[in-house]
């Protein structure tokens, strides 16, 4: 599905387009309710083998999408990339480059010589999938708050069913940082007979208190913008920009560790050497990026997918939904080899979490491995480290699969 | 000023009404504008001494007032006691409580059998003392964002002039945590005649950048909802209380550490033992906690006096301010003993912020001596670990002062 252009850097997938495919079946929610119908958007890197034997699913998190490796067909104005100080061009000023593009293709952690890698837009999205944008066919409108809410289970079976679609049966691997961590978590108990490795990157089997309280915060940002309207804003004009902006400087600064703010932007003022002496108007370099942050964001999100997939993410506690509370009995079915990582600085989804799995596996005699990476950039490590990842991933992923 | 009731507790300065002066002269400010009229609310606890050399000033961080011990004779609805599961009855039912009653009376670490306690509400603020909800009597209708942009040392000239017309030529030692510690270390710098001893609790020479973040998030969350109206809400019938909500709940969760959230909160649910499948309901208990927080705050806080109080919280900086970029420099002419406290898990002023200032200040020869204190509250402690704090002062400031 890619075409390599010559010009490009060794190591890239080459122009993407994303596709669409319309399940055939409804999905079955969490919550009780059907989902129908969906679309799924995807991309797909590297050739699929004879026999079917080398798939990696790859998930994005929060505010990523399916375009994760190469270059966008169509860029988007603005990157789906979330990585701190990340850029969405390349050295040759090419735009639309993947959100994990330092991780896919020829040669990188999931080798696109030997995989095939399929990315998916999740459930609930604003990518080209179904979310709370699309048009409910009950009324002819988009759904807004309407959407039911989803799990990340319930994402986990969208992607199963797209898979199904595409004629996938068992997958290599599956692979996801942050909330994609989780989906890859969720599929090693939902599919077990179906995953041979899980690798979940600064992810969590159940975000901790602080974490639901910053998006639970975020949340309230938008639903208290009165342009959010109860999530039904579309057609009229008006969107909650506003609050969506709080959302993510919320989100930005979680996503980093303090000692990385400080190094990239010390208490360096916007102008000159004094204050001005202002209210409004930023003064120090970091109010200054998050109210770029902030801008750039809203342009390219919806605000509801924001709110659907923020609350499916503090759901997700895995002891709760399959272990009566034990995260030791959830885990039980597990079969897949695990390869867990996660950032010394993360404190949003910190190691102790990755540990906590790592001893379940441990204890029930199923293979797992924890590294611990010490890196400085939080929770944006998983996007950003991609040279300290690789050797692990290419060397756990070397360990099993197809020939 | 305080009138002991029988009924009360030991320890208690008994019931305390907030008194009010208007300053003489006009307030010249930083930014170079003067303020006039300024009136400061302000309390006091126990007796001056004939040689009015006794005399202790207790500031205030971002949120609170001039009632700092004692019962309010005049109770608000809500409390200023910003602790983490405070209260702002006591056990006997009444409302009303200072915010740091657990630290200022008869036997406590300021001791009202010996000292003299003066407590003001900032300037800026909006519980007595000039601030942007007070009228400006240029338009008679109130300043909203029309009030100058003021800062630390501004705050701390106005309190000189309080006491001055006080007749309080000298401070025994000025006291604060957070914010108010700030104002302690000013006072230290911008009238070194005056003050033998600095108090500073879970404070800093200058905030890190992450907290330059958060408090610029906060102030977004409020100035981004359209009902902040450029800062000119007040007799508008409308006022910014869903940002202000916002802002606060950002305030909390950085007050307090992670495991603190953890151990009071947990992931435990609202409600039965299993999600309800909603977005904009609370599902979990920090959740619910947060809106209460957001809720009962906007009821008795004005939304400018955040914007100007977090302004010059930011703006602070010790070594910009006094010594051209030096810590050291700016802390030359300190004459002061000092005593600095910070606990170990307070992420918002972390205990690196005292060290470096206890470093510059040793470095001169000048007394100091840092405590920190193992503790899990996060920067909370300030108010909470009241035990493990009196001891320190009490000792500390036995060793100057009158006899």
Known sequence: MSQPAPTLAP????????????????????????????RVAYETYGALSPRRDNVILVCHALSGDAHAAGFAKAPPEESTRDG?????????????L???DGMIGPGKAFDTDRFFVVSTNLLGGCRGTTGPSSIDPA?????????PVITVADMV??????LDALGIERLAAVAGGSLGGMQALEWAILFPDQVDAVVSIASTHALHPQGVAWNAIARDAIMRDPAWQGGHYHGTGRSPDAGMGVARMVGHITYLSAPA??????????????IRYTIDEPEFEVENYLRHQADSFVKRFDANTYLYTSRALTYFDLARQHGGGSLAQALEGVSARTLLMAFSSDWLYPPSASKEIEEALRAL???VELHVIEAMYGHDCFLLEEARQTPIIRRFLAQGGPG
Not at 85 to 90: A, I
Not at 139 to 147: A, E, H, I, N, V
Not at 157 to 162: G, K, S, V
């Open 365 to 367: 005699g199923k293979p």
């Open 84 to 96: 701190f100080g990340s850029e969405d061009r390349d050295g040759a000023g090419r735009k639309g």
């Open 261 to 274: 703010l400080s190094e990239k932007f010390g208490r360096r003022l916007q102008f000159a050497d004094d």
């Open 98 to 100: 993947g959100w994990w």
């Open 11 to 38: 190591g890239s997938v080459g122009t993407v387009e994303t596709q669409y495919l319309d399940l055939p079946q409804p999905v079955r929610l969490d919550c009780g309710r059907e989902l129908h119908p969906v």
């Open 139 to 147: 009324t002819g409108k988009p759904y807004g708050s309407d959407f």
């Open 157 to 162: 079976r969208t992607e199963r069913a797209l």
